[in-house]
């Protein structure tokens, strides 16, 4: 895949066009059904006795399951229709339970012929070592080890016998300390599909996608997109609309307003914030962008704090950049003198006067309340006492009388 999942999704003005995609597992903790979710992606999930309810997919993954729950007559009537179909199938395998995909492949259609699980690994890491280049490994060299989950006990599966009617292993299985254990990934180009293994990909009661390498992880979604039919394979396609990008800024100042939001007014779910830009000295604060689907002329909103919020239309054109930009204005409250000040003894008075004047370019409400500054007293022996200090000093000593 060029474009990645994750930077298709995150990329504003185009969506993930997939094939249709099964996945057969009793996901353990849901992990794989959170790691499809949150990268946008549908795949509808079934357990092995509803294999007859798994047809019309472009590719299905067989993840963890339990031996006891797959049916050798019901497996062999699943590789049929996904050959008839032309559905791709991607088996995955971990060190645990036995029912997972090459392990079912295995005991049911015997080829592989074994496939091997341990579970120890203490130190050690869980690696890919390429063994022949393919599309699955794209940017790997024959010798290059792949790690798969850094940092965790290497557990690991692996199979043996994996030959015939077009069938290879293009990477074998191993440990950082133990060296190559057996066979890690094969494929097989069929006459009507495509068959993908991959020994250490599936999920357990502890572990699944969240822990895989970056690397490990690219190459499960090479193996998801080679082995899915070419007409139907994943594609990062522009949808319709338009960027629209601007500035918002203080009416008053000209100054750029960061953290201000754009939204467009016919289609409130799209908005935006603007920001500094510190690493570009030609263009100043408050910038924003943000795509639309809606072109043509439409209204956008820019709002922030307690500034008057501004409506503008926007003729966006679309597959273009249509640049608006919003000045908001706000009241700018001057006070002139900057403050006044009065000496006034007990029970006098005295008058100050000042100005409050609105130089901005909205209105401005001005509240003025008292607030109690306190006094000071003129003791006996010409000393001084705030009230401050009256309040909080113990007062008079008890006495018994």
């Known amino acids: 895949m060029t474009v990645s999942v994750d930077q298709c999704q995150s990329a504003p003005g185009y969506q993930l066009d997939q094939p249709a995609i099964a996945m057969v597992t009793t996901d353990p903790g849901g992990q794989f059904a959170d790691y499809f979710d949150g990268r946008g992606i549908t795949v509808d999930f079934f357990s092995a006795s509803q294999l007859d309810q798994v047809t019309g997919y472009d590719v299905v993954l067989w993840g963890y399951q339990s031996a006891t729950a797959v049916d050798g007559d019901e497996?062999?009537?699943f590789l049929d229709r996904t050959d008839t179909e032309g559905s791709g199938v991607v088996f995955l395998d971990h060190a645990f339970t036995t029912g997972n995909g090459i392990k079912s492949l295995s005991t049911h259609a015997g080829n592989p012929t074994s496939v091997t699980t341990n579970t120890g690994?203490?130190?050690q890491?869980?690696?890919y070592e390429v063994t022949q280049e393919h599309p699955i490994l794209d940017g790997f060299a024959v010798g290059d080890q792949i790690v798969h989950e850094p940092g965790l006990t290497a557990w690991v599966a692996w199979f043996d016998g994996y030959e015939g009617e077009g069938r290879q292993v293009i990477a074998d299985l191993g440990r950082t300390g133990d060296g190559i254990l057996g066979s890690g990934i094969g494929v097989q180009e069929r006459a009507n599909n495509r068959h993908v293994l991959m020994s250490i990909h599936s999920s357990s009661a502890t572990r699944g996608p969240s822990d895989w390498s970056s690397d490990s992880e690219q190459i499960f979604w090479n193996a998801v997109d080679w082995a899915t039919p070419g007409s139907a394979s994943f594609e990062c396609v522009p949808v319709d609309g338009g960027l629209v990008a601007g500035f918002v800024r203080d009416r008053n100042t000209g100054d750029g307003i960061n953290g201000a939001t754009v939204t467009s007014v016919d289609?409130?779910?799209e908005s935006t914030t603007t920001f500094a830009t510190p690493e570009d000295a030609q263009r100043g604060d408050g910038f924003y962008w943000m795509f639309s689907s809606l072109t043509g002329r439409h209204r956008f909103?820019?709002?922030?704090?307690?500034?008057?919020?501004?409506?503008?239309?926007?003729?966006?054109?679309?597959?273009?950049?249509?640049?608006?930009?919003?000045?908001?204005?706000a009241g700018r409250l001057?006070?002139?003198?900057?403050?006044?000040?009065?000496?006034?003894?007990?029970?006098?008075?005295a008058q100050r006067s000042f100005t409050v004047s609105n130089t901005g370019t909205?209105?401005?409400?001005?509240?003025?309340?008292?607030?109690?500054?306190?006094?000071?007293?003129?003791?006996?022996?010409?000393?001084?006492?705030?009230?401050?200090?009256?309040?909080?000093?113990?007062?008079?000593?008890?006495?018994?009388?």
């Open 125 to 127: 890491e869980n690696l």
């Open 267 to 269: 289609s409130s779910g």
């Open 121 to 123: 690994g203490t130190g």
């Open 362 to 401: 909205a209105a401005a409400e001005v509240e003025l309340s008292e607030r109690d500054g306190g006094f000071t007293i003129l003791r006996a022996d010409e000393s001084t006492i705030s009230g401050q200090e009256i309040l909080a000093s113990p007062g008079a000593p008890e006495r018994q009388v």
């Open 334 to 349: 001057d006070v002139a003198p900057g403050g006044v000040q009065a000496d006034v003894a007990l029970g006098g008075s």
């Open 75 to 77: 497996f062999l009537a």
């Open 301 to 329: 909103t820019a709002s922030a704090g307690s500034y008057t919020e501004l409506t503008r239309p926007v003729v966006v054109e679309p597959d273009w950049t249509t640049q608006r930009s919003f000045q908001l204005a």
